[in-house]
């Protein structure tokens, strides 16, 4: 189930990242009023959520190749004690890597 919903979490993080990029054309598209504050809005909006996106795409890598987009980290799971709303600075430490898998790494770098 973890490797499943790593995935599902992949695609939703996708999905809000194409959302990011497309909030402002479509948005300048549909008649928002054109002025510094709307645009400026608009594009802070959007990069907001844009980081959200990747931030949710990187958190669910495989915490030992953590660039490399289409690592699936098969044991992403939710190990959060608290909800967000009570402590937000632990959804960073959601995908530190254990120690077996540092050690497995560094077993197949001296091996390979």
């Not at 980290?73 to 077996?100: A, C, G, H, T, Y």
Request: charged fraction near 20%; hydrophobic fraction near 45%.
């Amino acid at each position: 189930m973890n490797k499943a919903s790593c995935i599902l979490s992949k695609i939703i993080n996708i999905v809000i990242i194409i959302s990011a990029i497309a909030l402002t054309p479509s948005q300048i598209y549909l008649g928002v009023e054109i002025n510094i504050f709307n645009i400026v809005s608009l594009i802070i909006l959007s990069l907001m959520m844009g980081t959200i996106g990747v931030m949710g795409l990187l958190r669910t890598n495989d915490p030992l190749t953590r660039y490399n987009p289409l690592s699936i980290n098969k044991k992403w799971r939710n190990k959060m004690n608290q909800s967000v709303s009570e402590n937000p600075l632990q959804i960073f430490k959601l995908d530190e890597p254990d120690k077996d898998e540092i050690r497995d790494k560094k077993i197949d770098r001296i091996l390979h």
